[in-house]
C-alpha cells in the first residue's frame, strides 16, 4: 500500500485544494469525508480517483476496500487533520469525479431558490430522498452540492436521485410542460394553507432564500402559493424543517 506522511506532499495539497468551489469545478471532482459517505459511494459504483486511509481507517473498513487497491494510500494523522473540516476525522476519505446527471423529469421535484445555508441544502436534499422525490433542483445563489458540508448533511442521498442545477424559470417551464403543478411558498393573501393542496398528479415545491424567501419573479410563475401556519410565538420555520412538512404532506 502506498503511503503518505506528510501534509506537505504535492498531491494532498491538490486534494486539499477540493475544500474550493473553484479548484471543484477545474477538476471536476471533489472530496467527500467519512466511512458511511465512502460506503455509499461505493455502493452507487461512484467513480473514485483516490482513497486516503489512517491506521484507524483501515480497521475500520477491514476489506471493504479490497477492489480499489491502487487507489488506496495509507496517510498519517496529521495528513488526515489537514484534509479534513472535523475536529475529529474518522480517517477515511475518497476522491470522486463528478457525477454526470440525466435530465429525466418525471416525478415530484423540490426546488431549491438562493438557499444558502449549506446544512439547509444537504438536509433537504436528504429529506426529498426519504420522501421518495424524484429530484432536486438547485436554482442560482443556493450552496454548492459539492461543498463538505453540503455532502455531510446529505448523508449519501446525492447517490441515490437525480440533483440538477441551474435557472429556476427554465425548469419551472419544463414541469408545467408536463403537467406537473407548481407550489411556492409564501405567506400572502392569495396563499393557501398548505392542508389545502389537492395530492393529485405531481407536484414541484419551491423553497427560498432563509431571508428573503422565493423571488418575485418565480412566486409569479407558480400554480399556487401556500403557506404553513404557525401556531406558538416564533415568526417562522427553519427552511428544511418547512420543505420536510410540504414533502410528506404530499405523499402521504
Known amino acids: 500500500m502506498k503511503e503518505i506522511l506528510s501534509k506537505k506532499n504535492i498531491l494532498i495539497k491538490e486534494v486539499k485544494k477540493l475544500a474550493?468551489?473553484?479548484?471543484?469545478?477545474?477538476t471536476n471532482t471533489y472530496i467527500i469525508d467519512g466511512w458511511h459517505l465512502v460506503q455509499e459511494a461505493i455502493a452507487a459504483s461512484a467513480p473514485i480517483n483516490y482513497l486516503f486511509v489512517t491506521d484507524k481507517g483501515i480497521q475500520e473498513t477491514g476489506n471493504q476496500l479490497k477492489d480499489y487497491q491502487d487507489k488506496v494510500f495509507r496517510i498519517s494523522d496529521e495528513v488526515a487533520a489537514f484534509l479534513s473540516d472535523l475536529p475529529t476525522p474518522q480517517?477515511?476519505?475518497?476522491?470522486?469525479?463528478?457525477?454526470?446527471?440525466?435530465?429525466?423529469?418525471?416525478?415530484?421535484?423540490?426546488?431549491?431558490?438562493?438557499?444558502?445555508?449549506?446544512?439547509?441544502?444537504?438536509?433537504?436534499?436528504?429529506?426529498?430522498?426519504?420522501?421518495?422525490?424524484?429530484?432536486?433542483?438547485?436554482?442560482?445563489?443556493?450552496?454548492?452540492?459539492y461543498s463538505t458540508k453540503v455532502l455531510r448533511s446529505m448523508q449519501g442521498s446525492n447517490f441515490h436521485l437525480?440533483?440538477?442545477?441551474?435557472?429556476?424559470?427554465?425548469?419551472?417551464?419544463?414541469?408545467?410542460?408536463?403537467?406537473?403543478?407548481?407550489?411556492?411558498?409564501e405567506l400572502n393573501k392569495e396563499a393557501v394553507s398548505y392542508t389545502e393542496l389537492?395530492?393529485?398528479?405531481?407536484?414541484?415545491?419551491?423553497?427560498?432564500?432563509?431571508?428573503?424567501?422565493?423571488?418575485?419573479?418565480?412566486?409569479?410563475?407558480?400554480?399556487?402559493?401556500?403557506?404553513?401556519?404557525?401556531y406558538?410565538?416564533?415568526?417562522?420555520?427553519?427552511?428544511?424543517?418547512?420543505?420536510?412538512?410540504?414533502?410528506?404532506?404530499?405523499?402521504?
Not at 421535484?109 to 438562493?114: C, G, K, P, T, V
Not at 414541469?175 to 411558498?185: D, P
Open 20 to 26: 474550493q468551489k473553484k479548484y471543484r469545478n477545474q
Open 91 to 145: 480517517g477515511i476519505f475518497a476522491v470522486i469525479e463528478k457525477e454526470t446527471v440525466q435530465e429525466t423529469i418525471h416525478g415530484n421535484w423540490l426546488i431549491l431558490d438562493n438557499v444558502q445555508d449549506p446544512g439547509n441544502v444537504g438536509t433537504m436534499i436528504r429529506t426529498a430522498d426519504a420522501a421518495g422525490f424524484a429530484g432536486v433542483f438547485l436554482g442560482t445563489g443556493t450552496a454548492d452540492r
Open 162 to 185: 437525480p440533483i440538477l442545477e441551474g435557472d429556476v424559470p427554465a425548469f419551472i417551464q419544463k414541469l408545467k410542460a408536463q403537467g406537473t403543478a407548481i407550489y411556492g411558498t
Open 198 to 230: 389537492s395530492k393529485k398528479g405531481t407536484a414541484a415545491f419551491i423553497l427560498g432564500n432563509e431571508g428573503q424567501g422565493v423571488h418575485p419573479d418565480i412566486l409569479k410563475l407558480t400554480d399556487q402559493n401556500v403557506y404553513i401556519p404557525i
Open 232 to 252: 406558538g410565538q416564533a415568526e417562522s420555520l427553519n427552511v428544511a424543517i418547512a420543505a420536510g412538512i410540504l414533502m410528506y404532506f404530499f405523499v402521504s
